[in-house]
């Protein structure tokens, strides 16, 4: 089966993965902007390539209101506005209609329209500020005492809804959606099952794993779930495991894969570069429960909820590969076309038990150190689950990393990108 192109009637408007604010992410926008949001309002967050957290904020799928970040330099989020954020809060500047394009120009006296209070605003902005030209909105930057016009955009009328809209709006594509993955997993089960393999699909106590075992559920009844408990999980997402497969009565199966810190010291720190952890506490201990249970030529498939969207790494996957690590596996993957606002979409809609770490400001359920996530959510671990952090953190500084290197994550990789060497420098600088 070839993957889905442009489909209009299953894929959402957004290119890359998308999701709705999480609980945490409304209290960072009310902190930040004067949103004053519920956690049941439609806001939207689209992933853009960053340093590290950086996310495009929508009112609905047509309208950005701006950009959530996080600054790895000075360790705080903030958000940046564009024009349409200023139909929430009262623009300041008030500029007379004009022709002439002001985009990227600083604003002069002939401008603008309340000039008696220019001065007084200039000196109580920090960076950005609202601007209102006729039928248009904008945003100024502070520069030198001055402000410079960053962007402009003809007005039009918004409004901030509910996610409950978006649900029923949605609810006929994502059920299309649904049928197309099912009818992959249908294909694939019976062709693979006549060749007499063992079925079976991997649950890691994530949101994608959670639909597509579900889903595998409904072709599979008794399926094999397997977690694979590497030790590195946080406390949430064990007690999830276990609070899920009871809710849905699964055939779930707890892998041992506590290694880590067994062979650290032999292995080093994993990172972006070298994750060895992958293999020693999911990949070899894995293999092992095949052989153990069932068998050693056994061939298996697994069913696996990764995404094109999750990371370039994924995004030339096909709905089957074979494993590059254990000879006898299989994988299939059929969310491979979704969105992570469609996954969302899904859990909403049918009530699914989801991770409680997502509302907490989590991207990546999964060790708790991983050199792939966010350095954003590693600082959240050092908020939620200090014991954790301190256990990292002491054997970093044993490791000859300095506080500021830890905390801004230097220890993710083995040779430092571009952007890292430059946030090396600027923190040297300050």
């Not at 022709?99 to 605003?121: H, M, S, V």
């Not at 429960?289 to 696996?304: A, M, N, Q, R």
Request: hydrophobic content about 35%; glycine content about 4%.
């Amino acid at each position: 089966m070839k993957t889905l192109q442009n489909n209009n009637e299953i894929f959402s408007n957004f290119k890359e993965d998308t999701k709705f604010a999480s609980k945490y992410e409304i209290d960072l926008l009310n902190k930040l902007t004067k949103l004053n949001l519920n956690y049941d309002d439609l806001i939207l967050l689209e992933k853009l390539a960053g340093d590290d957290y950086r996310k495009k904020v929508y009112l609905n799928d047509n309208c950005q209101i701006g950009t959530l970040e996080f600054d790895l330099l000075d360790l705080h989020w903030k958000f940046v506005p564009s024009p349409y954020y200023y139909t929430i809060e009262q623009p300041k500047i008030k500029l007379k209609p004009t022709k002439r394009r002001l985009k990227g120009k600083y604003l002069k006296e002939e401008y603008i329209e309340n000039f008696n209070e220019y001065n007084n605003i200039v000196e109580n902005t920090d960076y950005f500020v609202g601007i209102d030209m006729g039928n248009f909105l904008g945003v100024g930057i502070k520069r030198d005492n001055r402000i410079k016009v960053k962007d402009l955009q003809r007005k039009k009328e918004i409004s901030i809804e509910k996610i409950e809209k978006y649900l029923k709006n949605n609810e006929n594509r994502i059920n299309k959606l649904v049928e197309h993955s099912k009818n992959i997993l249908i294909e694939y089960i019976q062709k693979y099952e006549n060749k007499n393999y063992v079925i079976n699909v991997s649950f890691s106590g994530g949101k994608d794993s959670a639909v597509s075992t579900l889903l595998a559920k409904e072709i599979l009844e008794d399926i094999d779930v397997l977690f694979i408990d590497t030790g590195l999980e946080y406390p949430e997402t064990n007690q999830y495991v276990k609070d899920f497969a009871k809710k849905y009565d699964l055939n779930l199966k707890v892998i041992d894969g506590d290694n880590f810190w067994n062979e650290i010291d032999e292995e080093g720190i994993p990172t972006k570069d070298d994750r060895w952890c992958n293999s020693s506490c999911k990949l070899i201990p894995l293999e092992n429960f095949f052989d153990e249970e069932y068998g050693e030529d056994k061939k298996i498939l697994t069913i696996d909820g990764s995404r094109k969207l999750e990371s370039f790494a994924r995004a030339n996957l096909g709905y089957i590969r074979q494993s590059g690590f254990i000879e006898n596996q299989t994988n299939l993957f059929p969310l491979l076309d979704w969105n992570s606002i469609d996954i969302w979409s899904y859990i909403f809609l049918n009530n699914v038990l989801y991770n409680p770490m997502y509302e907490e400001g989590f991207e990546r359920i999964g060790c708790y150190m991983c050199p792939a996530a966010l350095n954003s959510e590693f600082l959240r671990v050092k908020e939620l689950h200090p014991d954790l952090w301190e256990k990292w953190a002491n054997y970093l500084r044993k490791d000859g990393y300095s506080e500021e290197e830890i905390l801004r994550g230097f220890w993710r990789w083995d040779q430092l990108p571009p952007k890292m060497n430059e946030l090396r420098r600027n923190l040297e600088n300050r």
